[in-house]
């Protein structure tokens, strides 16, 4: 069994696509998911499953939603080993005087294409930063995430890839649940 991290895009915002936590985690375990747990509204789910692709187990999430609420939610899977790597990896750590209430992760769902990064390059929103690595963009939002330029959206429309955005906090706090 492997340990998994699900992060659902656009659930419980604004009382749009409402999932009760206690009703995902029965939906998960239903799927034959194990020690299922979830954590805050915006859909962070942790479960145990047998060793599979993270698009197959999305996709069994996503059609499992479907079925059940009848709207679509895009789901982004993580390993625990993956979730670790993004926490000791975020550039924007090692410089000097970085308030990590200011950080932000952007997961996507599969890495962009070159020519989609190469194209995004071009784009400045300054004082908002953001750094492209592999599956995930780390994001420093000086004024906070609710005024920035650089919103699921825009990384969905510019990279051609599903995203969900997570502040640094829950990204740690996401890890330390599965310890």
Not at 20 to 36: P, R
Request: aromatic fraction near 10%.
């Amino acid at each position: 069994m492997q340990t998994y991290i699900s992060i659902l895009r656009g659930i419980n915002v604004s009382g749009q696509k409402k999932i009760l936590m206690t009703d995902l985690k029965a939906l998960y375990e239903s799927l034959g998911f194990s020690e299922v747990i979830s954590y805050i509204q915006s859909g962070n789910v942790i479960f145990k499953y047998k060793k599979e692709t993270d698009l197959k187990l999305a996709q069994k999430i996503e059609q499992a939603i479907s079925k059940k609420y009848k709207f679509e939610v895009p789901v982004i899977i993580r390993s625990v080993d993956e979730m670790k790597k993004v926490l000791t990896s975020n550039p924007y750590l090692k410089q000097k005087n970085t308030d990590e209430e200011r950080l932000y992760v952007t997961f996507l769902a599969e890495a962009p294409t070159k020519e989609n990064l190469e194209a995004i390059k071009k784009y400045n929103f300054s004082p908002d930063e953001f750094i492209i690595s592999g599956k995930e963009i780390y994001l420093h939002i000086p004024n906070g995430y609710g005024n920035t330029k650089l919103s699921n959206n825009f990384f969905e429309n510019k990279l051609k890839v599903t995203a969900t955005t997570r502040n640094w906090k829950t990204v740690g706090k996401l890890v330390e649940l599965c310890q």
